[in-house]
């Protein structure tokens, strides 16, 4: 019996996927990089199914490639030659939502916008919210520990993951972490597989905590200004000066044309850079309108606070249709650096001289508050590779980052994209013990391997 016939027979009808066609749909995520020929694809319904995929591929050494919904943007779900892809959107379940204690336990599948839903009807919410949160899955979230548009209030996804139900590569089922708000015992194993882009086990149920809905609508303001680096300065004395906002989020110009040139936004021809931040504190006109004062001090050439939540939805709107406006330019390079907050500036102007240097065009829009820049480098339809003067862009915006003491990525995850900077992040005995816990976890090495360390 061929492998894969084995593969077929121990799981029920219609879970494995051989047509090469519709294998290369699950095949790749939202990035350029070009998939392998994976062997098939499973439709996982349950964890029943993951486990006999997992003890399958123990059994015959073949690798396995983790999904969900395929929005990943650094190459972390692509898959390679032989491997099989593990779909887990199938498993979109909410099996428990307890408002008394404040937790959801749900399934990878489940859509993050859908869960906030739910929770919304008892007066609760799911606090991660990345840009892609309508149609990104948890699973997906965990496996990057996803950010979001919140998150400098929140925090990201691990700050909300309190347990997890993990299938390990040999099948064995491990449960972490808890139910409470609180919990010391053992090491942090719930935190360790939160990030991990699936590379140690493969995560089928998540206990999540849930927080309190805002008494009041949230408070929301637009401010646009004549440099980006202006805009910077702003979001670095609001943050100094304690006024906490629940979102902070910055469009530079090149992204704010190319959402004009989708819808029309009306762009003046002096604004070089926006600033959207939003305060749900019960004082949150107030903490507004501080903010406002404060842009205005740092070089605001106009501020707008909306005054309905219909305004305020569509201006929250405009930032989360940034990356599909990028994505009508081209071919697009995301990259996800970080940088502590008071060198936000000089971390803006890094990526303006990279992009003028190459001559590359570059569209930038950042969780501000967090010091998260989301550099969009965008180059030809149809190129397979960024040509030179991207990576060489690219390179130059790395460097500095971590030279102003930053990070590769906050919420992308390393995937593939980005294993050509960790040697300038990670030190040779930090990247020894990550491979000696990966060794631990998966010591034939087929969970997603060459993906993230």
């Known amino acids: ?20 066609d519709v294998i290369d749909s699950y095949a790749r995520d939202r990035t350029f990089v070009e998939p392998g020929r994976p062997l098939a694809a499973v439709l996982a319904a349950s964890r029943d199914d993951v486990v006999a995929t997992l003890r399958w591929a123990s ?19 692509t898959a390679g030659d032989g491997a099989v892809v593990l779909s887990l959107a199938r498993m979109d379940a909410i099996r428990e939502l307890s408002p008394a204690d404040e937790i959801a336990v749900v399934e990878p599948g489940v859509i993050t916008a859908d869960l906030d839903r739910a929770a919304r009807k008892h007066g609760l919410m799911y606090a991660p919210d990345p840009s892609s949160y309508e149609i990104s899955t948890i699973g997906g979230n965990l496996a990057t520990n996803a950010g979001g548009l919140r998150c400098v209030k929140y925090g990201v996804t691990r700050d909300s993951a309190l347990g997890l139900e993990v299938v390990l590569a040999d099948g064995r089922i491990l449960n972490t972490g808890r139910r409470t708000m609180k919990g010391v015992t053992g090491y942090d194993l719930t935190g360790l597989f939160v990030g991990s ?7 089928t149920a998540a206990t999540v905590r849930l927080r309190p809905v805002p008494a009041a609508a949230p408070a929301t303001f637009a401010a646009e200004f004549g440099s980006l680096r202006d805009a910077g300065a702003a979001v670095s004395a609001i ?12 469009l530079d110009r090149a992204t ?6 989708w819808r029309n936004i009306g762009l003046e021809a002096g604004t070089m850079a926006m600033l959207i931040g939003q305060s749900d504190a019960s004082d949150g006109q107030a903490a507004v309108a501080r903010m406002e004062r404060l842009c205005l001090d ?25 990356y599909q406006a990028k994505e009508r330019l081209g071919a697009c390079l995301v990259e996800d650096v970080c940088v502590p907050r008071s060198v936000l ?32 480098f965008v180059f030809e339809h149809g190129t397979s590779e960024p040509p030179p003067e991207v990576w060489a862009a690219a390179d130059e915006v790395f460097a500095r980052a971590l030279k102003l003491g930053g990070t590769l990525t906050g919420e992308h995850g390393v995937g593939v994209l980005k294993r050509r900077w960790l040697d300038l992040e990670t030190s040779p005995v930090a990247r020894e013990v990550q491979h000696g816990i990966k060794a631990v976890f998966d010591p034939l090495d087929i969970l997603n391997p060459g993906k993230a360390i």
Do not use: K
């Open 1 to 20: 019996m061929r492998p894969i016939d084995a593969l077929m027979s121990s799981l029920p009808d219609g879970r494995v996927v051989t047509d090469p």
């Open 59 to 77: 059994e015959h050494r073949v690798p396995v490639v983790p999904r969900g919904a395929g929005t990943g943007l650094a190459g972390g779900a």
């Open 197 to 203: 882009e699936g590379t140690l086990g493969v995560i």
């Open 239 to 250: 943050m100094a000066a304690g006024c906490q906002p629940s979102l902070m989020e910055l």
């Open 256 to 261: 704010l044309e190319a959402i004009d040139d």
């Open 298 to 322: 740092n070089g605001a050439t106009f501020v707008a606070v909306s005054s309905s939540p219909q305004e305020t939805e569509e201006l929250i709107g405009l930032r989360r249709m940034a």
């Open 345 to 376: 500036p000089d971390m803006i102007g890094a990526i303006e001289a990279a992009a003028a240097r190459h001559g590359v065009r570059i569209c930038t829009v950042a969780h501000a508050g967090d010091g998260n820049l989301h550099p969009v």
